[in-house]
């Protein structure tokens, strides 16, 4: 793809996830915090994680038969709130007036004030057709335009292919919304581009150099702020994530200066690892040690095989795992093990053992079931960044816990696997 000039120049807008769970290291220390993944495009739930939060305070008035109990004195002092619905739309509203600020009106454009011409420029969320996860959409939608007074549009990749428009000479993209889309007299300057789509191959049906694909390669080159941004967008892979956790390479970005304080950071950052291995042609020693572990020594249980996909369900556990990797590796007589090609798209990764607690799962207002479960917490996080890499907004952006039956290996709210939850600090 040419990126050329003016997406190298565009700002970069993310709103980052990065999920958590505990995990007992050695038996002697205790349950520490290991990172499960990196979440960079459709982070969502967290609106919706605020608007429960308030939920179980009414159920604990309710079960209380209290109107005036409040969990300010008791419950509610060990559950902590989260601002995601001050922080998230804030870091957009940061994008968008910067946007505004860096390409003021011009009476060319017909967008001189938000009343004439075709209005003030919009924050275009990219959705899936028909998608039904759409809550903390909205919130985040009715936030923006509450509280910053910033317009969102709704569209597709194929709507928003048959509706935006590129100036090739100044970056500028326009869009117009559905039958408008046959005249300029309706189309609205894009500032902001929020991705809820285009991480899984069902978004490109079309497939390569598709609608979807082009107008996804229109998009980056643009001058709007992308959520995310290409580099972004590759950045949580599975396959970054395992190489950022190689020796040396979190050490890159804290060079230590000689007080310690950077090598210390670094350290931090590291202890929240864990196991994270190649299996492509880059596979090193250690690598293929954790391979050997499943296939030679029955460690298939302590290990995750782990694609290149979003949105849950396409993870290999346990039996299934380990017959995915003999069926594409081969072991010579003195157990040499070589991988076959089709593994490249995976990484190999420890799996984490958190403590189990006994809860109670509801689904759609009904009971779900009762059993030990364990939980899993995501921690926002949004930065805005210049394109030349000048951090302009960086802040934590609020929480999100979900829970799920111990037994069951997958996760996910919208995927159906788990459930909304709110911690309690001890």
């Known amino acids: 793809m040419e990126w050329g000039r003016h997406a190298r120049s565009a700002d970069r807008l993310g709103i980052l996830r990065s999920d958590y769970m505990l995990h007992d290291d050695d038996g002697d ?48 002092k060990g559950v902590p709130e989260s601002p995601a619905m001050t922080r998230l739309p804030r870091a957009m509203a940061v994008a968008y007036d910067r946007y505004r600020s860096r390409f003021p009106p011009t009476a060319d454009a017909g967008d001189d004030d938000d009343d004439g011409g075709g209005g003030g420029p919009i924050v275009l969320f990219v959705v899936q057709p028909g998608e039904t996860n ?62 809820r789509a285009g991480y899984a191959p069902t978004d490109y049906p079309s497939g390569d150099r598709g609608s979807e694909w082009l107008v996804r390669e229109m998009l980056e080159r643009g001058r709007a ?5 290409l580099g972004y967008h590759l950045t949580g892979t599975k396959k970054v994530q395992q190489e ?28 929240a690892f864990t196991g994270l291995y190649s299996l492509g042609a880059d596979a090193d020693a250690d690598d293929m040690r954790a391979v050997r572990d499943v296939l030679l020594q029955g460690g298939e249980g302590r ?15 346990g039996e299934d795992m380990a017959q995915k990797l003999r069926e ?41 079931g009762v059993g030990m479960t364990i939980s899993k917490l995501g921690c926002f996080g949004v930065i805005v960044a210049s394109g030349d890499g000048v951090i302009v907004h960086n802040e934590y952006a609020g929480f999100l816990l979900r829970t799920k039956f111990s037994g069951v290996d997958e996760g996910g709210v919208a995927s159906g696997f788990a459930a909304l939850s709110s911690p309690y600090l001890c």
């Open 29 to 76: 220390e205790g349950h520490k915090l290991k990172q499960v993944e990196l979440n960079t495009i459709a982070e969502g739930v967290g609106g919706e994680l605020a608007h429960f939060l308030g939920e179980n305070e009414r159920a604990v008035k309710t079960t209380t038969n209290d109107a005036t109990t409040t969990m300010g004195t008791g419950v509610r």
């Open 134 to 195: 759409t809550v903390d959409q909205r919130m985040l939608e009715v936030a923006l335009w509450e509280n910053h007074g910033i317009p969102v549009v709704r569209a597709s990749l194929a709507e928003v292919h048959d509706g935006m428009t590129l100036d090739e000479s100044t970056g500028r993209l326009t869009f117009v919304e559905g039958a408008d889309a046959v005249s300029d007299a309706t189309a609205r300057e894009v500032a902001v581009v929020y991705f």
């Open 328 to 368: 594409n590796c081969s072991i010579s007589d003195d157990g040499e093990v070589s991988l076959g090609p089709a593994l490249s798209e995976f990484i190999l990764m420890e799996r984490l053992f958190p403590p189990q607690q006994r809860a109670i799962l509801m689904r759609n207002g009904r009971m779900e």
């Open 225 to 229: 702020t992308k959520c995310p941004n």
């Open 303 to 317: 290990y995750v095989l782990k694609p290149q996909r979003e949105g849950g369900g396409y993870n290999f556990y």
């Open 244 to 271: 950022l956790a190689r020796a040396g390479a979190v050490e890159r970005f804290f060079p230590d200066d000689g007080d310690g304080d950077e090598a210390a950071t670094a350290r931090l950052i590291r202890s």
